[in-house]
């Protein structure tokens, strides 16, 4: 049994496609489908119940599931404990975060550790907050960073690192930039730049509306744009008004290229969170990781 057929055959429950599959893991759908007949064929059992339009496991396909998963276990904790063997740290820091966290918090925290550990190498993939669970969960990822809590039935551990708030930002040439002040009611009529409608501050701003019986919808928005950076720089250039994450407009608000305005009975507040697994199968580069980070979001310099 080649134990690579298990590890498609776990992502094939995970995804749900066997498209999806063969896009996550670079490889052809045909070979996908070759891999999970063949492991069938090594186990003589039916894994899926391929008279279901929908994805579903047989008996033999939920026991083989189980061992999938404890097989990935194992190795993780036997690459856990070779790593503590070694006295340097090295290896690659595999980070999936959310959109804030990844393009302003874990950049810096990344640079200050790498400039301590000059053999390690680190990526991080941008994702919504329920991929980065999920992606931890299922074990593509040691770390993540996101806007929400894991369910409790997940299994994994969190701590806060940073608190956020959700700000309305418009060019200093903009007729709503004379006022300290502003009514939902007098944002009407003029254009909204706007994050994607599957991003976390788009989706923590609806719902913090909808608490006022507003509809984001009743703003015009001229132009979708699927980063803060990219909002901020259209607002900046007069392309329209925004709500973004004030940490993500702290650079330009400090330099006086936009202006922040407070808008009468509206705060809209988030939280960012590591997430990860504890215990022993961590390697000993994602327990320094997350020591590091702890001590970092807790030192007086830690300005989130």
């Known amino acids: 049994m080649n134990l690579d057929y298990l590890i498609t055959f776990r992502e094939l429950v995970r995804l749900g496609s066997f498209s999806a599959v063969a896009r996550h893991l670079s490889i052809s759908q045909p070979a996908v489908s070759f891999q999970i007949q063949k492991l069938e064929s090594d186990l003589s059992a039916t894994l899926i119940d391929r008279s279901q339009k929908k994805l579903k496991l047989t008996d033999a396909g939920r026991i083989v599931l189980a061992f999938a998963k404890s097989i990935n276990d194992e190795h993780a904790r ?21 959109t804030i966290p990844g393009e302003f918090l874990v950049p810096p925290l ?37 806007g929400l809590l894991p369910p409790e039935t997940d299994g994994l551990s969190s701590f806060k690192i940073a608190s956020d708030e959700i700000v309305l930002i418009t060019s200093p040439n903009h007729p709503l930039a004379l006022k300290n002040e502003a009514s939902l009611d007098d944002l009407a009529g003029y254009s909204l730049v706007s994050r994607e409608i599957t991003s976390g501050t788009r989706q923590s701003l609806e719902l913090s509306l909808a608490d ?16 803060t950076e990219a909002v901020v720089s259209a607002v900046e250039a007069g392309n329209g008004i925004a709500f973004v994450s004030s940490i993500g407009a ?8 936009i202006r922040k305005i407070s808008i009468a009975g509206l705060a809209v507040q988030r939280d960012f969170y590591c997430i990860h697994y504890a215990g022993e199968t961590n390697s000993r580069l994602i327990e320094e990781f997350l020591t590091f980070t702890k ?3 807790n030192s007086p310099d830690w300005s989130c």
């Open 78 to 98: 036997l690459q856990s404990a070779l790593d503590r063997l070694r006295e340097d740290i090295t290896g690659e820091l595999k980070i999936a975060s959310s």
């Open 110 to 146: 990344l640079g200050e550790f790498m400039a301590s550990h000059s053999d390690i190498t680190a990526r991080v993939d941008i994702m919504d907050s329920a991929v980065v669970i999920d992606g931890v969960k299922y074990g593509d990822y040691k770390i993540g960073f996101c």
């Open 212 to 227: 006022l019986n507003f509809d984001l919808n009743k703003l015009k928005t001229r132009l979708m744009l699927s980063n």
């Open 250 to 257: 702290r650079k330009n608000l400090g330099i006086g290229s």
């Open 295 to 297: 001590s970092k979001i």
